[in-house]
């Protein structure tokens, strides 16, 4: 076993447990147990399952992005102060300060990655439980928490179209690598819309204004390739995973932004309008909406006032 394998035995005996628990359940509503597709509904539930434990640290993030909105003020203040000063007495003097105004209002701009952070151990745990099934299937490894050898060797024989699960886009056929690069470029767009909904829904002009979220715009670009360069490497079981989650993540956040916007977002003053339209007052610090009243149609019956004969030439010389 390699030290990769020690170092998160425990996330895969946890890993590997969810799987067997859901393939045992799908298996008992009388789905095919060496199906690859209830392999694939396993993988799946686990993702849900993730995602629905990692929720809290979701309301975190959204919790410190909102702040980090909040003192974009502050902060253009900070950057308008330093303007080119390149020193290194000053940039270190603005980095400080720019840490002490994150720890006085309990925000942090790289909040947003944790999510990320917390799913990757899981999801390297994902691709070694599935890239050992063979491995325990024929007796090399030992089982691992509820993957016995007989539930591995019916997952080691579990096909999607023909492809095995555990078919790589560099190691197998034409239809694995059809399948895969299917699989890549959806999760491709799918974050993509993500961070594009973000960040063209639920942020303020000061915040896109940050230098910080300029490297986000440049992040929207780069993610959809690093997904299509690391997918190439990973088995279609683990692809499922991610994108299952990608998808979660996408739908979470939609429902997010268009019910708790940003302060001074586009989204909030879609939210504004709809409540001020169905007569709604406006949420606790938000501007109301003026709506504009619509133009009165003149009254039934009521007689166009009569046009002297000067100023009907008048008018035919204007025009």
């Known amino acids: 076993m390699s030290w990769i394998d020690n170092l998160l035995l425990p996330l895969q005996w946890v890993v590997a447990w969810i799987l067997a628990i859901f393939h045992q359940v799908f298996t008992s509503l009388g789905l095919d147990a060496g199906s690859g597709w209830t392999w694939v509904l396993s993988i799946a539930g686990l993702t849900v399952v993730i995602r629905a434990i990692l929720i809290p640290l979701f309301v975190y993030q959204i919790k410190a992005q909102r702040k980090m909105q909040l003192i974009q003020p502050d902060i253009q203040r900070l950057q308008a102060k330093y303007k080119g000063k390149k020193d290194q007495f000053s940039r270190q003097a603005m980095a400080e300060e720019q840490m002490a105004l994150f720890k006085k209002h309990g925000t942090n701009p790289w909040a947003s990655c944790l999510p990320l952070l917390v799913q990757l151990p899981i999801f390297f745990s994902l ?87 300029q490297q986000q715009k440049m992040l929207l670009y780069i993610m959809p390739v690093v997904f299509a360069v690391g997918g190439v490497y990973f088995p279609l079981g683990v692809l499922v995973y991610w994108l299952v989650s990608n998808t979660w993540t996408m739908v979470q956040q939609f429902v997010v932004i268009r019910n708790m916007p940003a302060p001074g977002s586009k989204a909030e003053k879609e939210l504004m309008e709809r409540r001020a339209k169905k007569g709604k007052s406006p949420l606790p610090g938000s501007k109301p909406i003026e709506m504009t009243p619509e133009p009165e149609a003149p009254a039934a019956g009521q007689r166009q006032q009569p046009v002297g004969k000067a100023r009907q030439k008048k008018k035919k010389k204007k025009r």
């Open 127 to 213: 691709f070694r439980v599935i890239n050992n099934m063979h491995l325990i299937a024929v007796g090399d490894l030992p089982p691992i928490g509820g993957v016995t050898q007989a539930l591995a060797q019916s997952a080691d024989v579990a096909t999607i179209f023909g492809i095995p699960l555990q078919a790589t886009f560099l190691t197998d056929g034409i239809g694995a690598k059809a399948l895969t690069a299917v699989l890549i470029v959806i999760m491709g767009v799918t974050q993509f819309i993500t961070q594009k909904q973000m960040m063209t829904k639920n942020m303020s002009e000061a915040a896109m204004n940050n230098p910080f979220m």
